[in-house]
Structures are given as C-alpha cells and as structure tokens.
C-alpha cells in the first residue's frame, strides 16, 4: 500500500511510545462531575434543570433552539449540586452543571434504573432526517478538537463521494484514535457506514498513518467482517505518511482525493466529509444503544506524567478526580506546563481540576525540557515557515501585516486560511511565535468585519 501525504508540514518528535502500547480504562465511581453548558461551535445552550433536581445518567440538562446547537446530557446520576461559572479548557469562565453522584431511593425495595437513554434505531433503515435527528439529540460534536455539530456536517448540500475517517492522530503524544482503531474496529467501520448511508457517499476511506501500521490489519479484518460491505458498501483503509498536521480536514482530503478545498471552503465543495475516530464510535453507541455522548477516551501523559494512561472518563470529569483514582499519576515537582490537547494546537491551562468536555482529546502534563519557552528573535527570511505551511501561505509576510495592523493586506495573504497548526512556529530558527500572532490576528481581522458589516446596514 502505497503512503500518501500532502505538501508542507513538519515532524515535531511524537512522543507516543508513552502511551501506545496502553490498553484504554474506564474510569468508574465518580463521585462528581462538573459539566460545561456549551462545549461545541454554535450557539450557546441554556440549562433544563435547577439546583435540587435529581437526574439521571444520560438525561438532557442543558439545549436550545437553532441549527447550530446539541444539547448536553448528564454523565452521572445525581444531585444537582450548584449552576456557577468555572473555568473551561478554553481558559474561559462559563457556567456549568455540578452534579453529585447519588443512587435513587428503593421503591417497594426495587431500585429505579439510573439511564435515561433514547431507544435504539437501525440507522441503515431510519430515513435521514430521523438519523440526523437522533445524532443531534444524542448531543454528538466532532470530539477531535473542534466541536462542530455532527448533524450539520451530516447534512451537505453539495454530493458526497467520499467519507474519510480521520484516524490520522498526528499529534505527538496522543494515542486515544490509535487505541480505539485496534481495541474498536467494528464501531470504528460500522460508523464510516453509518456516516456513507446518511450522506449517500459510495466510498469509504478509513486514513491511518504510518506509525500505527499495526492497526491496519484489524480493521481489514473488520472490513472484510462487516454485515456493511458484504451487503456491497465500499470501504478500504488507506495508509499517509508520518507528518504533521497530516490529521487537518484540508491536509487529509488532499492526500486521498489529490482535491484541495477552496478558500474559504468545506469539504464537501470537494465532495468529502470527514470523520474522527471517536466520533464515528459515538454515533454507533447512539444509534445502537440509544446512548448520548456523555463520556469519551483521551490521552493522559507527559514527561511529568510518571503513569501514562488512555482512559474512558464521564464528560464533566475533572483530569484532578482521574489521578485521584489511580488511573494516572503525576509528579508535581516536576510539572512546567499542563496542556488540553496536543503540544501544537492545544492550550495550556493553569490546574488541573478543569473538566474533561466532549472535544477533550489529551491532557499533557510536561517537564522542564518539555515547556521550555524561548524568546523571539529577529526573522532571518529564511523561508522555513513557507516551506512548511500546509496551506501555503507566506507566514513570515503574514507576521508583517499583523504586526503592523495592516488587516487588509493579512486578509489577502491568507489570514482567515490559516488553520493554526502551529508548524511555521514550529521550524522557525528564530522561535518566532508566529501562530499566536495569527490567532490574535484573525481575532482582531473578524470583529473588524464584523463592525463594517453593521455599518453597512
């Protein structure tokens, strides 16, 4: 099998013989959860339950009106304790729902089930809307960073000819995707499935790098195995090459389909929707079990982290309550930095009693050697922030125009492109801290669109 990449990128150490070789575990007997309200992109939710209420594992608490909404579900059966602002991965406060853990009383010495999970649906016999409707009320969001609406990206208005599953994790150190490919690879090619018979694609594409080789031949297996494809569902596994950000949505659909998508585009402007792995397992379990996504794997380690871990834990689980049940464990003396995420688009946090939330993929608890920070220095026009851009835009002039505040000049350059991959930092000698600009930038770029448009109306 041949491996295909893209143009560009880097290869940042990977940091993942930490962690892959380590069976996932479930976390079990939470005693309390703390549960943001919004934890995807779209508009923001309000909560359904008060302070007082008793609800069960997989009960709605928090929803609203809109396109561009999924409602939250409890991960834990209990008392609603408190409804209060705390901080969020995003360093954010915002409100959550604090729910402790509590069994309900016996009625005539019989004890009420504690789910409350939707009945089960054959997604291959449900009509569309009734599929995208369930995966909505099942609260599913792309779980590999972004958050976006599944039912949205389920729901293209241009054809779809391929569904790419994006087991690609090319961040360093995380192995939560690689995990659930060897441990999982029925749900993981039951969901491709799932996802082909929505959107009406005729092929399927499961993408896997080239360091997790050793997942390829469980999922052929599964492949060959499936109800799916013996049925004729066209569904294969195609190897890429080791690079980074090779798992980016526009870096992934290039070095499959040799398409690019447009400035300013989706992938389905190409006729592509792509998956993570996790996701497509959460939509197995909503549509099988009848199960929200109230829990997820991620990845738990660092040069710091002196008992790696890839773990299942209820969302709303502060990483604090993880360790304090053994599955991990941390030296604090030699703790520097905790990252949500990966190391190149991840965002580092002050403790680590924040919660996991649906898109919480990895939590790294780095050294010294690890979080070194280095000053800026003098750009040296070298061209390696160039040579590396996976969407090929000129970062060293990009920094120029933002520097400078010349938006105009940043948005014709290709500001709003920029996927923030952190790879031009990355590789620049000068340790330039090119991708905080650019964030900073587009920040800036877009309440300056936003004011020109309300004083044109």
């Given at each position: 099998?041949?491996?295909?990449?893209?143009?560009?990128?880097?290869?940042?150490?990977?940091?993942?013989?930490?962690?892959?070789?380590?069976?996932?575990?479930?976390?079990?007997?939470?005693?309390?959860?703390?549960?943001?309200?919004?934890?995807?992109?779209?508009a923001?939710l309000q909560?359904?339950v008060?302070v007082?209420?008793?609800?069960?594992?997989?009960?709605?608490?928090?929803?609203a009106d809109?396109?561009?909404?999924?409602?939250?579900h409890?991960?834990?059966?209990?008392?609603?304790?408190?409804i209060?602002?705390?901080?969020q991965?995003?360093?954010?406060?915002?409100?959550?729902i604090?729910?402790e853990?509590?069994?309900?009383?016996?009625v005539d010495?019989?004890?009420?089930?504690?789910?409350?999970?939707?009945?089960?649906?054959?997604?291959?016999?449900?009509?569309?809307?009734?599929?995208?409707?369930?995966?909505?009320?099942?609260?599913?969001?792309?779980?590999?960073?972004?958050?976006?609406?599944t039912?949205?990206?389920?729901a293209?208005?241009?054809?779809?000819?391929?569904?790419?599953?994006?087991?690609?994790?090319?961040?360093?150190?995380?192995t939560?995707?690689?995990r659930t490919?060897?441990e999982r690879?029925e749900?993981?090619?039951?969901g491709?499935a799932?996802?082909?018979?929505?959107?009406n694609?005729p092929?399927?594409?499961?993408?896997?790098?080239?360091?997790?080789?050793h997942?390829?031949?469980?999922?052929?297996?599964?492949?060959?195995?499936s109800?799916?494809t013996?049925?004729?569902m066209k569904?294969?596994?195609q190897?890429?090459?080791?690079?980074?950000p090779?798992?980016?949505?526009?870096?992934l659909?290039?070095?499959i389909?040799?398409?690019?998508?447009?400035?300013?585009?989706?992938?389905?402007?190409?006729?592509?929707?792509?998956?993570?792995?996790?996701?497509?397992?959460?939509?197995?379990e909503?549509?099988?079990?009848?199960?929200?996504?109230?829990?997820r794997?991620?990845?738990?380690?660092?040069?710091?982290?002196?008992?790696?871990?890839?773990?299942?834990?209820?969302?709303?689980?502060?990483?604090?309550?993880?360790i304090?049940?053994?599955?991990?464990?941390?030296d604090?003396?030699?703790?520097?930095?905790?990252?949500?995420?990966g190391?190149?688009?991840?965002?580092?946090?002050?403790?680590?009693?924040?919660?996991?939330?649906?898109?919480?993929?990895?939590?790294l608890?780095?050294?010294?050697?690890?979080?070194?920070?280095?000053e800026?220095?003098?750009?040296?026009?070298c061209?390696?922030?160039?040579?590396?851009?996976p969407?090929?835009?000129?970062p060293?002039?990009?920094?120029?125009?933002?520097?400078?505040?010349d938006y105009?000049?940043?948005?014709?350059?290709g500001l709003?492109?920029?996927?923030?991959?952190?790879?031009?930092?990355?590789?620049?000698?000068?340790?330039?801290?090119?991708?905080?600009?650019?964030?900073?930038g587009?920040?800036?770029?877009?309440t300056?669109k936003?004011?020109e448009?309300?004083n044109?109306?």
């Amino acid at each position: 099998m041949t491996a295909k990449t893209f143009r560009g990128g880097a290869h940042p150490p990977e940091q993942k013989d930490r962690s892959s070789g380590l069976a996932v575990e479930r976390l079990r007997d939470v005693k309390q959860v703390v549960i943001p309200v919004n934890q995807h992109f779209g508009a923001p939710l309000q909560p359904l339950v008060k302070v007082g209420d008793y609800v069960k594992r997989g009960q709605k608490i928090a929803d609203a009106d809109g396109r561009m909404t999924v409602p939250v579900h409890a991960s834990l059966a209990g008392i609603v304790k408190k409804i209060e602002p705390r901080t969020q991965s995003n360093n954010l406060d915002g409100p959550c729902i604090i729910i402790e853990a509590k069994q309900p009383e016996p009625v005539d010495g019989v004890v009420e089930s504690t789910d409350d999970f939707m009945p089960p649906l054959d997604p291959f016999v449900c009509s569309k809307e009734e599929a995208l409707a369930r995966i909505r009320a099942a609260g599913i969001v792309g779980m590999g960073g972004a958050g976006f609406p599944t039912h949205v990206k389920l729901a293209p208005s241009k054809p779809i000819s391929y569904v790419i599953a994006n087991g690609a994790e090319c961040e360093p150190y995380l192995t939560i995707d690689e995990r659930t490919m060897i441990e999982r690879p029925e749900d993981v090619v039951e969901g491709v499935a799932i996802t082909m018979k929505i959107v009406n694609a005729p092929e399927g594409i499961i993408a896997v790098e080239e360091n997790k080789m050793h997942a390829i031949p469980l999922l052929e297996k599964a492949i060959a195995s499936s109800p799916r494809t013996r049925a004729g569902m066209k569904i294969r596994v195609q190897l890429l090459k080791t690079k980074y950000p090779q798992g980016g949505e526009k870096m992934l659909i290039t070095a499959i389909t040799g398409k690019e998508v447009p400035s300013g585009g989706l992938p389905m402007d190409v006729g592509c929707v792509v998956q993570n792995i996790g996701t497509l397992c959460a939509m197995v379990e909503a549509f099988r079990d009848g199960k929200p996504l109230i829990e997820r794997g991620l990845t738990i380690t660092g040069g710091a982290c002196t008992k790696p871990a890839n773990v299942i834990a209820p969302i709303g689980t502060p990483v604090a309550d993880i360790i304090a049940a053994g599955l991990t464990a941390v030296d604090d003396e030699a703790l520097r930095r905790i990252i949500y995420g990966g190391p190149m688009m991840g965002v580092a946090v002050p403790n680590y009693a924040i919660p996991v939330q649906k898109n919480t993929s990895g939590v790294l608890f780095m050294n010294e050697e690890e979080a070194v920070h280095y000053e800026e220095e003098t750009c040296i026009r070298c061209g390696r922030c160039m040579r590396a851009c996976p969407i090929r835009i000129s970062p060293a002039l990009l920094a120029v125009s933002v520097e400078t505040g010349d938006y105009k000049e940043a948005e014709k350059i290709g500001l709003l492109d920029c996927i923030e991959c952190g790879s031009c930092s990355f590789v620049c000698p000068a340790h330039r801290h090119l991708v905080q600009k650019f964030r900073v930038g587009k920040q800036i770029l877009r309440t300056i669109k936003q004011k020109e448009a309300q004083n044109a109306r």
